[in-house]
């Protein structure tokens, strides 16, 4: 609302005039822009937050160490004392081209005979459903997927697991080693 001595100007604060009615207040431009505040992360010129300064908005003094590096072999903080050990793959341990989706074996390759083609292939064509045949040559997983897709399917998708059986006896170059790298047997 415009009062009769206002010209038709509004303020953001009302009237011209505080509560008490005495004091004018300064116009206060709404476009203006608030001072910038001090960026938190800054540092200063020696590389160091200061304690207690701006830039450090915890008031806490790092001591020159940086909270998040890696503590060296054989240190207070390291309680085992055994440091960073770079990993590396065993040449061979990986799924071979033939076999997609082949896992790598879990650990050292078991001692013991190899898997009969006959066997894994007759589990293939009358049990495929439920992925025996995967979980006898030490694919596990596809062995739970195969069963997932058969009870998911309505048991359609039990096919998978005949039409693996016969590639298995017809010796397809995609099941020609069990997950260890062993070889069938004949």
């Avoid at 960073?84 to 990986?94: E, K, T, Y």
């Avoid at 059986?165 to 170059?173: D, H, N, T, W």
Wanted: net charge negative; hydrophobic share 35%.
């Amino acid at each position: 609302m415009s009062n009769p001595g206002d010209h038709g100007s509004w303020t953001p604060q009302g009237n011209d005039f505080n509560a008490q009615g005495a004091t004018p207040q300064p116009p206060q431009d709404p476009w203006a822009q608030p001072p910038a505040p001090q960026d938190p992360y800054a540092q200063n010129p020696y590389g160091q937050p200061s304690a207690g300064s701006a830039s450090d908005p915890y008031g806490q003094q790092m001591g020159g160490q940086d909270p998040f590096a890696q503590p060296s072999a054989g240190s207070a903080s390291d309680p085992y004392g055994q440091g960073q050990q770079a990993w590396s793959a065993a040449p061979g341990s990986g799924p071979s081209a033939s076999e997609p989706f082949a896992q790598p074996a879990a650990g050292p390759a078991p001692q013991g005979q190899p898997q009969s083609r006959l066997v894994v292939g007759l589990l293939g064509i009358f049990l495929g459903g439920f992925g025996v045949h995967r979980f006898l040559l030490g694919y596990t997983t596809i062995g739970i997927i195969q069963i997932a897709v058969t009870l998911v399917t309505c048991g359609i998708g039990a096919w998978w697991g005949v039409i693996e059986g016969i590639m298995v006896l017809a010796k397809s170059p995609a099941f020609e080693r069990d997950a260890y790298g062993r070889p069938l047997a004949d």
